[in-house]
């Protein structure tokens, strides 16, 4: 017998493969419970005090919940969230990274799902001596939603201004990301050299459509969907899974044009990492880029330390390898193509170099992460 599953929650394209692969046949129940079918099991995303909930129960069907955050009081059944002290740890690691100073952080008043995520953010900017700004906007009940975001907007923006940059701004979903990174192109400021915009995100789509497009924290919401369906598989198989939840990590920041940049304030820097960037696919020395930000060689290199903690050969390596792994991810060239596109002499270094900084294989790496 085909085994039936409720579903009370959007059916993700992760979630439609995964049932396919198991078997199962999903059913979107969302309003009403047809009284003709009989489910062997639920997934709910988000809360589950709800009549359609209730009434499953009722029929005796197991369920098992995704959702972002754990359940206020406690969880009464499986679950699977996601780590949001992690996600925030690595958006702090992405910016410090980058050599920033300053990181911000917008929120809500009250918080909903996303006070997790600051925590993990503040807390491991503290450990790394980054400082943290964070902007909250407050609802007005009354407030028409027009009114709502004039006053956010303008609120924000202030903010912005004032902050120190360059800055590192996180945002809790790609819809913000992709409204703030419009408000400040307004005022002038640019992205990402003065405010580098990374979103914690499902909507790789919308991040892809911003301008400039916006990088992103995987949530890793395959390895969520994944992880649920086990524990329905669990009860079809007549075992009892734990009461959750269990935390899905992310599993890293997708970079995209919105931080992919340095921070730095030196105007010497700035226009050596302009042209690094700009012509990484060439041959470069330390002698040409001193030569084209006009300042001695020995000075060149002692900006570069007190600025990103690294010389000039370090950062050429480093932006090479940045710039294969993103040729992985989006193209099927082969290593002698992708090195005659980054300026790697061979594909033996191409894989000493790329190992050492991602403790994988290209090939590896494509499987991964790769179109």
């Known amino acids: 017998m085909i085994p039936l599953i409720a579903l009370v929650a959007r059916p993700h394209p992760y ?15 969302s309003n009403y419970l047809p009284r003709e079918i009989s489910f062997q099991a639920a997934l709910v995303e988000g809360m589950t005090e709800t009549p359609v909930v209730e009434e499953l129960v009722s029929h005796g069907v197991k369920i098992v919940r995704i959702g972002i955050v754990a359940h206020p009081e406690g969880e009464p059944y499986p679950a699977v969230i996601f780590d949001q002290i992690s996600q925030g740890r690595l958006a702090a690691e992405h910016f410090r990274a980058r050599s920033f100073r300053h990181v911000a952080y917008f929120g809500n008043e009250p918080w909903y799902l996303s006070q997790e995520l600051f925590e993990g953010f503040e807390n491991q900017a503290k450990k790394t001596n980054l400082e943290c700004h964070l902007f909250r906007q407050q609802r007005i009940k009354v407030e028409a939603p027009e009114a709502h975001r004039e006053r956010t907007r303008d609120n924000f923006l202030q903010w912005i201004k004032d902050l120190p940059k360059p800055v590192g701004l996180l945002t809790p979903s790609a819809i913000w990301a992709e409204r703030m990174s419009f408000w400040i192109y307004q005022t002038g400021l640019r992205i990402p050299e003065d405010v580098a915009i990374l979103s914690r995100s499902q909507r790789p789509d919308v991040c892809e459509c911003c301008m400039p497009t ?3 924290i995987d949530t890793n919401e395959e390895g969520r969907i994944h992880i649920a369906c086990d524990l329905i598989q669990e009860f079809l198989n007549g075992g009892t899974p734990p009461v959750g939840p269990i935390q899905i990590p992310p599993l890293e920041v997708h970079v995209r044009e919105s931080t992919r940049t340095l921070a730095t304030s030196d105007p010497i820097a700035e226009k050596a990492i302009q042209f690094i960037w700009e012509n990484y696919t060439m041959e470069l020395s330390v002698d ?3 030569k084209e930000v006009g300042v001695p060689k020995r000075s060149l290199q002692r900006v570069f330390k007190n600025e990103f903690n690294r010389g000039v ?4 390596r480093r932006k090479r390898i940045e710039e294969v792994a993103h040729l992985l991810e989006s193209t099927a060239l082969t290593l002698p193509d992708i090195c005659i596109k980054t300026g790697i002499r061979s594909t033996s270094y191409l894989h000493r170099a790329f190992q050492a900084t991602y403790e994988m294989t290209p090939s590896e790496y494509r499987n991964v992460h790769g179109v």
């Open 15 to 29: 979630l439609l493969e995964e049932a396919r692969r198991r078997g199962w046949r999903l059913t979107l129940v």
């Open 214 to 216: 916006v990088s992103e």
């Open 288 to 290: 040409d880029i001193a």
């Open 313 to 316: 050969s370090e950062e050429i």
